[in-house]
């Protein structure tokens, strides 16, 4: 194509130019993409880097980019992986997949978030909460934790998404490593076997985004989700409130508390601008974002600013995330066979 010197011919040419223009990083995105791609445009923005971002679905939400990125493993693709949670980087980083760096925008970040060889780094998190709609729940009969799930004045009227995606996977895999096999067992099995009721106890949704609309727009009096789900809803001013579960009594179990994670593909293909994208995200001005962003995400880090509303549950689950994250793959298959059997 041959460009000629008009007003509006020089832009299209730099526009076809641009389009055909091989990328300098690519970003595999688990986070929702309309938390995320602001984010990576700023990046390109500021570096002059052209990045191409693949996003997951809400439905696939994690496990596809995770099957994706093991299926590539002889010819990566990718060169970052940033995800909605931590478990399934965990497996990746046990599958020789992920490829150690440890940078110096972390230094800060708490060992508990971090990957011991570093490969994977942990911020910007998220906590697994109850979200209450305040119409149909009076104040005195407000839920405190899952056991609550299985009260029968909330029969039909409560739920939670499949476990077999995303963070309701990653909180199903966390039960059992915390209550132990037959605790974690019963509880999800219960929840599983009352799929075949006319009205369940407690009903099964396709994601934590259907399950905070269900419980905002009534249909549902409460459920679990991700406070991120529940600060949208918040917004377009769904008459909700949040509830950290599992605060209360002598012993409480705790509120899972997921981080985001980012980690360098062994083998990137662009090593130089993936580890300057990891730097960048990791920065306590983008956590800071992050926090005041629509997913009101929780900054790991003390002195990042926040919020008011985007603080830490008082209790949290105590979990190790290498040890769920090596229990994934298995716990995966069950859960599966579990629910799926249940339909």
């Given at each position: 194509?041959?460009?000629?010197?008009?007003?509006?011919?020089?832009?299209?040419?730099?526009?076809?130019?641009?389009?055909?223009?091989?990328?300098?990083?690519?970003?595999?995105?688990s986070?929702d993409?309309?938390?995320?791609?602001?984010?990576?445009?700023?990046f390109?923005q500021?570096?002059?880097?052209h990045?191409?971002?693949?996003?997951?679905?809400?439905?696939?939400?994690?496990v596809?980019l995770?099957?994706?990125?093991?299926?590539?493993?002889?010819?990566?693709?990718?060169?970052?992986?940033?995800?909605?949670?931590?478990a399934q980087?965990?497996?990746?980083?046990?599958?020789?997949?992920?490829?150690?760096?440890?940078?110096?925008s972390?230094?800060?970040?708490?060992?508990?978030?971090?990957?011991?060889?570093?490969?994977?780094?942990?911020?910007?998190?998220?906590?697994?909460?109850?979200?209450?709609?305040?119409?149909?729940?009076?104040?005195?009969?407000?839920?405190?934790?899952?056991d609550?799930?299985?009260?029968?004045?909330?029969k039909?009227?409560?739920?939670i998404?499949?476990?077999?995606?995303g963070?309701?996977l990653t909180h199903?895999v966390?039960?059992?490593?915390?209550?132990?096999?037959?605790?974690?067992?019963?509880?999800?099995?219960?929840?599983a076997?009352?799929?075949?009721?006319?009205t369940?106890?407690?009903?099964?949704?396709?994601?934590?985004g259907?399950?905070?609309?269900?419980?905002?727009?009534?249909?549902?009096?409460?459920?679990?989700?991700?406070?991120d789900?529940?600060?949208?809803?918040?917004e377009k001013?769904?008459?909700?409130?949040?509830?950290?579960?599992d605060?209360?009594?002598?012993?409480?179990?705790?509120?899972l508390?997921?981080p985001?994670?980012?980690?360098?593909?062994?083998?990137?293909?662009?090593?130089?601008?993936?580890?300057?994208?990891?730097?960048?995200?990791?920065?306590k001005?983008?956590?800071?974002?992050?926090?005041?962003?629509?997913s009101?995400?929780?900054?790991?880090?003390?002195?990042?600013?926040?919020?008011?509303?985007?603080?830490?549950?008082?209790?949290?689950?105590?979990v190790?995330?290498?040890?769920?994250?090596?229990q994934?793959?298995?716990?995966?298959k069950?859960?599966?066979?579990?629910?799926?059997?249940a339909?």
């Amino acid at each position: 194509m041959t460009c000629r010197t008009t007003p509006l011919l020089p832009l299209l040419c730099l526009a076809l130019a641009a389009c055909g223009k091989p990328p300098d990083l690519v970003v595999y995105v688990s986070l929702d993409q309309v938390f995320s791609e602001e984010v990576i445009r700023d990046f390109e923005q500021e570096t002059g880097l052209h990045v191409r971002a693949e996003y997951d679905t809400e439905a696939s939400k994690t496990v596809g980019l995770v099957r994706r990125l093991i299926e590539e493993r002889e010819s990566p693709r990718c060169d970052v992986f940033w995800n909605n949670e931590v478990a399934q980087t965990v497996r990746l980083a046990e599958l020789g997949l992920l490829s150690p760096y440890d940078s110096p925008s972390a230094a800060d970040i708490p060992e508990r978030f971090r990957d011991p060889q570093r490969r994977w780094t942990g911020f910007a998190a998220r906590a697994r909460c109850l979200i209450v709609n305040t119409d149909l729940v009076p104040p005195e009969q407000t839920p405190r934790g899952m056991d609550d799930l299985f009260d029968p004045r909330w029969k039909g009227r409560c739920g939670i998404a499949r476990p077999l995606t995303g963070t309701t996977l990653t909180h199903a895999v966390a039960l059992y490593d915390v209550l132990g096999e037959e605790r974690a067992e019963a509880f999800w099995s219960r929840i599983a076997a009352g799929q075949s009721d006319e009205t369940p106890q407690v009903n099964v949704v396709g994601s934590n985004g259907q399950l905070m609309r269900l419980v905002a727009s009534g249909t549902l009096a409460f459920g679990f989700t991700d406070t991120d789900d529940f600060n949208v809803a918040l917004e377009k001013g769904a008459p909700v409130k949040r509830v950290f579960p599992d605060q209360e009594g002598e012993d409480p179990l705790g509120t899972l508390l997921i981080p985001t994670t980012v980690a360098v593909l062994k083998g990137a293909p662009h090593r130089p601008a993936a580890e300057r994208f990891v730097d960048w995200i990791l920065s306590k001005e983008i956590e800071r974002r992050l926090a005041f962003s629509r997913s009101a995400q929780i900054p790991v880090r003390d002195d990042v600013p926040r919020p008011e509303g985007v603080v830490l549950p008082a209790k949290l689950m105590d979990v190790s995330y290498v040890s769920i994250g090596m229990q994934m793959e298995a716990r995966t298959k069950h859960l599966t066979e579990l629910f799926l059997r249940a339909r």
